[in-house]
């Protein structure tokens, strides 16, 4: 069974720093590409980043371009986003998904998702 | 950038059918997935690739996608499909995953 784990989550103040990570098991990890998307409390989906089943290629959405980092280690079977200058509006549950090909950013869906883990900045 | 836009909620009778819409700049030229998702509950893909149906989702659940549309179909409703879906795609000009601004269905 595929099984995606999201941990790393918390209270962090606004300019502070946090790193996710999501471990995945039931499959080839390094098969597929990876990506995260948030959700703010009452809101709808909103991708943030996708990496290559290598790690070589990476893509993040304008919102998060040069706060947030996306990277694997495929020896682990995980997946990180680390982020940086954290402000108010990135608080959210932030969920891993495995995507459909080894290539990123390409017509496919996601399949499956983790629980989620919540992300709060606040002072 | 490229939007998707949704009607915020769709109300339907046990039973009977409900059409969830999707629509974007020529839409029908991109592959367009559904997820549902419940209160609490991560995403799930109830279609992909416009009208596929993952297995374990029942027929009820049907796709259709042309023009500036996409459908999301659900016919027979059941108090069960009471959630929130969202359609989305892969804009190659940006680059980026675009989800849809979400659909509130809600089972009279």
Redesign the interface.
Known sequence: EVQLLESGGGLVQPGGSLRLSCTASGFTFSHYAM?W?RQAPGR????VS?ISGSGGVT?D??SVKGRFTISRDNSKNTLYLQMNRLRAEDTAIY?CAKDQSVVA????????????TLVTVSS | ?YVLTQPPSVSVAPGKTATITCGGNNIGT??V?W?Q?KPGQ????VI??DGDR?SGIPERFSGSNSGNTATLTISGVEAGDEADY?C???DSSS????????TKVTVL
Do not use: I, R
């Open positions: 990506s998307v709808g989906l909103e991708w996708a893509y959405a304008d969920y950013l390409s017509p496919n869906y996601f399949d499956p998702w983790g629980q989620g | 950038s991109k592959s997935h997820y998702q991560a995403p799930l893909v992909y690739y993952p969202y989305q795609v892969w680059d980026h995953y675009v989800f849809g601004t979400g």
